[in-house]
Nanobody, 113 residues
């Protein structure tokens, strides 16, 4: 079955950290660039970060630069998003995405005091 499964979300205070994980299956993971998106309540889904198939190239949206780090382990078929110095505005459902693969259910991140 071609899918991605996200995990690692939760409730965290401002300034805290979370590490999201994504486990893909059913496709040749190592040949795909992978991305993390997020969707906050009442807002459109937005691209947060992308990592190339080899891990040698990354992209971050301006609002997370210096705070979030995307990484991947092609041997273990996982992609992660390390989120530090979280802010209220990071609250959203976070999705892992591969081109041509359906959206997963996402994982909820809530930043609240």
């Amino acid at each position: 079955q071609v899918q991605v499964v996200e995990s690692g979300g939760g409730l965290v205070q401002p300034g805290g950290s979370l590490r999201l994980s994504c486990v893909p299956s059913g496709f040749t993971f190592a040949t795909y660039a992978m991305s993390w998106y997020r969707q906050a309540p009442g807002k459109e889904r937005e691209l947060v970060a992308t990592i190339s198939s080899t891990g040698g190239g990354t992209y971050y949206t301006d609002s997370v630069k210096g705070r979030f780090t995307i990484s991947r382990d092609n041997a273990k078929n996982t992609v992660a998003l390390q989120m530090n110095t979280l802010k209220f505005e990071d609250t959203a459902v976070y999705y892992c995405k591969a081109p041509g693969v359906s959206w997963g259910q996402g994982t909820q991140v809530t930043v609240s005091s």
